[in-house]
C-alpha cells in the first residue's frame, strides 16, 4: 500500500545541518521523529550535536561521494537526488537536497516522495540479534549484495531467499557500501556539480 506524503508520519522530512568542521550542528524536530520510529536512540539529538556527521557513515566509498558532495556545495554549487531508507515494515523513498549555509555550514534537507508499506522484514529490524558475519546493503538504493563479488544486488526479500539468510543460527549484522548502479549515478551527480 503507498501513502501519499499527507499520509505520512515524517511529511515534513528531516532536516540537519553541519558546521565549517563539518560536525553536525543543527537537527529538526523531524529528525529525532524519524530516529525514533527507526529504533536508532544512539541517534536523538542530545547525541550527535557537535559529533562530526563523518561518524555516522561507515563505509569509505559513500563517506568519500558525501565528503565530495559536500565540498561542491561550499564552492556555491547544491546537489539534489534520490535515495531509498528503509525500515522493518515499509520501503521509503525519500529525496535529498544539500545546500550551503551561512558561515561555512552546509544543509540537509530530506522528505519523503514514497511510502509502501510491507509485510515486516526481520532482517531489517534493529532488535534482531546478528552474528558477526556481514551482509552489505547499498546504502542508496537499498538492495542487498547478493553473491560475492558477483554485483547482483537484489531487494532484501529476494536477498533472503537466495543467500537461505532463515537457515542460519544468526542472521548477518548489516553493514553498508553502494552497488555499482548507484556509485555511477552518484559520480554523475557530483561531476555535474562541477559543471
Not at 534537507?109 to 522484514?121: E, F, N, Q, S
Request: aromatic share 6%; hydrophobic share 40%; with cysteine.
Amino acid at each position: 500500500m503507498s501513502l501519499t506524503v499527507s499520509d505520512n508520519p515524517i511529511a515534513t522530512g528531516v532536516r540537519y545541518a553541519i558546521d565549517v568542521d563539518d560536525n553536525i550542528c543543527f537537527v529538526d524536530g523531524g529528525w529525532a521523529q524519524f530516529a525514533e520510529a527507526n529504533d536508532g536512540p544512539e541517534l536523538l539529538q542530545v547525541s550527535v550535536i557537535g559529533k562530526p556527521l563523518w561518524n555516522y557513515i561507515t563505509d569509505e566509498t559513500t563517506r568519500s561521494l558525501y565528503q565530495q558532495m559536500v565540498a561542491r556545495v561550499r564552492e556555491g554549487r547544491s546537489a539534489q537526488f534520490s535515495l531509498r531508507c528503509d525500515g522493518p515494515d515499509c520501503r521509503r523513498l525519500l529525496e535529498m537536497t544539500i545546500r550551503a549555509g551561512a558561515n561555512g555550514t552546509v544543509e540537509f534537507a530530506t522528505r519523503t516522495l514514497r511510502l509502501d508499506h510491507r509485510a515486516p522484514v526481520a532482517m531489517l529490524s534493529r532488535q534482531v540479534p546478528r552474528s558477526t558475519d556481514l551482509l552489505r546493503v547499498c546504502a542508496w538504493c537499498n538492495r542487498v549484495d547478493a553473491g560475492s563479488g558477483t554485483g547482483q544486488w537484489v531487494e532484501v526479500e529476494d536477498a533472503i531467499e537466495s543467500l537461505r539468510l532463515f537457515e542460519l543460527p544468526l542472521p548477518p549484522q548489516l553493514t553498508h557500501g553502494i552497488c555499482e548502479t548507484c556509485f555511477a549515478a552518484m559520480s554523475k551527480t557530483i561531476q555535474n556539480l562541477n559543471t
